[in-house]
């Protein structure tokens, strides 16, 4: 996953253009992916498919034609967005396009302007305390103009057609922690449940924050009634806890997993309640949809100081901190799978597991007792209105055992899903 | 506040007779009032009005003619409701009739006997121990005979029929706290509230206690379905911190309200449950009615020594007490007045805040940054089931924050109430 | 009670034959009793009446004929349900069949195999370690033929046929606290209870465990609905603080009463949630079912070192223990008899109190003031929705207060059941 995250760290992504279409070729090479493109003027619920930006290059030279800030050396020194400029002028009216971070003078901020026609540098505040004032050269080789929206899809089928969606967004240029290590989960999960045969049909979203979950909520009307869950990944590789933001529903399916599956691991790990700021849960759980949609992270949107600078680059994120992400995913995703509800179909008194074979002969063994204790729970509490993982929190029994006690249970005839 | 506490002090009240009325009009000095007599003999829910109550002279004189209890001196010193008599008896007899406090020697207890026919007079213990053994002249001036009961309204109008009843009883003689306070209170937040054009109509309602509030309520009961919310104002100027009573339903709006203005003021407070002991909620929260009417208090009745005695003088409650009281119930009512449900209306995604002109090109400071969180939460949280007032608590944003962002948001048509 | 603990320990009980008969004789002379045999082979829900299983004599004896384990010293020395056996066979051989407590050195343990043929003999781990090498002769004298399943019913007619069951097993051979003494305190409180003319009818179940309940529930479809409230009584009489486990429903009647009088008692106890495992509450509150039946320890199931070996005899059980468990028991009932859903037929304001000579007339008593305080709270809370126990609850009085104010209300014709 690092190494992915170190391809994709040099490309100058935005929410449209070249960058994002580069980040989508590379994650193709991992992982078959549906493209889309969407028309410039394209309307999407409230919003409308913005223009296309693209860069080829960016610089202030100094009067000696000395690049001093150079796009070429991180696509952070560009405003997003910025409208192209061709222009020579003294520091003095330069600096009201220029961005620093002075609490932090050796790193370079990131900043857009999406909506708002711009143009402007983000550079060092160290940088910018060594130019001599003067004259000089500004240009932005930028291009906005009619063209697409990019985003793709990889589907992994499941046994049923409900869904449960995995988006990551894919708008932010060189920040490692935001968001190619959710990039990087994402993708390596989804190669993993391509190998298990789910029960859910997962659908990956690789698509810009705000606009692409619009745009794809926009055009999915008819299959948005069948997501059953969905997260959204971000901030997934620094070396922080893990957090687990619930969906506005705050109850949902994947909000009671999530729950579980941190707090049985025993890894430290906080869960929070919606907030309307964040990541694309933000759309997924507008009150039109509701969408049982969490979001995981590391350490969350904007906890860091690294947060949206220079600083956030490949070192920040630690290959065992998304491999702890991806795994607690995988949990979650297989409890997700199994937790269905069953009904005892012998509900008047205990049925005899004994002639079943069902009671374990020999007794005493720590495992044949908690799977009998397993059996007895998942008789007791299978009156339609309890899934497995409410019995595995209400017995304090893993959730492994049980399921596993229902398989066994559901072979021997005495519940059905 | 406290001038109309000192010339409401003297008068003599009771549930009924001219005390009452000496009160309204010093009262209707200060506020147009509706007057109301009802004669004695109504029949008021499950009640009659009273034959009604009047003195104008009540004395002991020891054998030397010298008025060792005088009624001039302090209406507290005569029973309430005590029926005439004219007698001498020796100090042994008189004793029988005779209320102190041992353990305040210095203080005159406050005692009725509304519904049993008696005499009697209260005194300091210290004038008690004082008496010598003797004959006494006994003399107690008053009528108990039909009439009426009286009480009073004042309407501010608001913008719809729905009311907020304020209630406060008049019908305790010299206690300053209990109740005088409370009525000053009650006119001048009316004579505030007119100054706004409110939101609901505001009904003032100045009735002697119990009997008052169930005459209301017997010849008010086409009007009951209206009001959404009650406050009682008692005990409201001592120097003690707030106290508030929640209504019998215990969510009602007003509880919820003065719950979340009490906490997010930072004042010392105490929230409490119902009970059906207590002033005049008793009456409007019977199950019958169920009425979403709390009680506003400082030290709460019975909570304090000079409860019901001649301590509980103009002293004792304080101009700056009397004013905090004004302000929570001014602050309070602001915010009941604002707390709507509104509806998204556009609720898939979120709306385009930027085109509109809501979201703030600048960005950074603080106060913007929270008014852009706010039109987030309104956004997110009005699908119909969520007032203002659950989205201040729930955003932990100020509820002023909230309802600007809601109006903001109102203006542009992005939510309807 | 103790000397009924006495009297049936040394008999050999099971699930089925003469030893459970001649308990039930014994608990019939205290007690009339409905007797009840059910054949072998009679189908009872999920399972089968199974064979009567009796014994006569069983021994092991060394090669001098001299009995070194023998059942007629104790009930437990044989495998429970044991298949006859008459065999020489060296020591090597016999201890697969033996069973000890290596832990417990001189305690024999309780083993049984109700539905696997096998035999067995249970000694000390002591006198296991002092026999020599060698031949000796088993024998078990037991008999598994077709017969019948005995238990017993007795009847508290109460003054409506809605009825409260009180359960307790009579299975276990020669085990004190598990289960003569819920035996014993069950017999006593039936005692007590048909002095008192209660109002719910009182069933009383003395019945094996598990396949007697099972056989109770198959024969008794149309009673069920019946059945209110339940009580199992087990581990009934250790010096233990009681513990009370909840029924599955979590909130039905007697969880909410036993809750109650256990806090308002001050005993120390414990409350635990309902578990799929224990006594015969498992059956009760299967899925199908679901009554509001709970169970009633002291020391609940296997939470003591001497539970099911030899050391649970009749010096573990005290005298003390079992009257306090029944003494609860009794409360308890009482409680649940008198907590009734009234509904207040004056709700409109309080009604006057006072001319019905409800309102106390001296006043200051703090019994008289609690007895005023109970008839505002039962005539604020009798809305149809709560009953007598959860006014005692919410107001802080004493149930009995409560009960008192509402009889008195009642007379008054202020509040109907």
Redesign the interface.
């Known amino acids: 996953m690092h190494e992915l995250v170190e391809r994709l760290y040099p490309l100058c992504r935005s929410i449209t253009g070249d960058g994002v279409r580069a980040t989508l070729d590379i994650v193709g090479e991992y992982l078959p992916l549906q493209r889309h493109e969407v028309p410039t003027g394209t309307p999407v619920?409230?919003?409308t498919v913005p223009q296309e930006w693209n860069i080829r290059d960016a610089y202030i030279a100094d009067a000696a034609g000395h690049r001093v800030v150079d796009f070429a050396a991180s696509s952070l020194h560009v405003l997003g967005y910025s409208v192209p400029v061709s222009a020579t002028m003294p520091l003095s009216e330069l600096r009201g396009h220029l961005h620093t971070l002075p609490e932090h003078p050796s790193w370079v901020p990131y900043r857009t302007s999406y909506?708002?026609p711009r143009w402007g540098f983000c550079l060092a505040q160290e940088t910018l305390d060594a130019l001599p004032e003067g004259e000089y050269e500004v240009r932005v080789d930028s291009t906005l103009a009619d063209g697409h929206l990019s985003y793709a899809e990889h589907i992994v089928p499941g046994q049923v057609a409900d869904e449960v969606i995995v988006s990551c967004h894919v708008c932010h240029p060189s920040l490692a922690n935001d968001n190619l290590a959710g990039v990087a989960v994402a993708t390596f999960l989804a190669r993993a449940l391509a190998r298990e045969r789910p029960w859910y049909t997962y659908r990956f979203l690789f698509a810009p924050g705000?606009i692409g979950?619009?745009t794809w909520?926009?055009r999915n009307a008819e299959r948005i009634e069948r997501v059953r869950h969905g997260l959204v990944l971000a901030c997934a590789g620094d070396t922080g806890s893990l957090t687990y933001k619930r969906s506005?529903r705050g109850d949902a399916g994947i909000d009671r997993v999530m729950a579980h599956v941190l707090a049985a691991s025993g890894r430290p790990h906080r869960i929070t309640e919606f907030?309307?700021?964040g990541y694309d849960e933000?759309?997924f759980?507008?009150?039109?949809?509701?969408l049982g949609v969490g979001s995981l992270s590391r350490t969350p949107y904007a906890g860091y100081p690294e947060y949206h600078t220079s600083a956030d680059n490949p070192d920040f994120v630690s290959p065992e901190a998304m491999a702890d992400t991806l795994a607690v995913c995988r949990e979650a995703f297989s409890v997700l799978d199994r937790d269905r509800r069953y009904r005892?179909l012998?509900?008047?008194?205990?049925?005899?597991l004994?002639?079943r074979g069902l009671y374990d002969?020999i007794g005493g063994r720590s495992d044949a007792k908690q799977a009998q204790?397993a059996m007895?729970?998942v008789?007791?509490?299978?009156?339609g209105d309890h899934g497995l993982l409410d019995i595995a929190e209400r017995?304090g029994l893993p959730f492994d055992t049980v399921a596993a006690a229902a398989d066994a249970l559901a072979a021997a005839g005495l519940i059905k899903a």
Not at 285 to 290: E, R
Not at 379 to 383: F, K, V
Request: proline share 10%; with cysteine.
């Open positions: 619920l409230d919003w909506y708002e705000t979950a619009i909520l926009a506005r907030t309307p700021y933000r759309q759980c507008s009150p039109g949809f509701d005892n012998s509900p008047y008194g205990e049925p005899q004994g002639r002969a204790m007895l729970w008789l007791s509490r299978s009156d017995s």
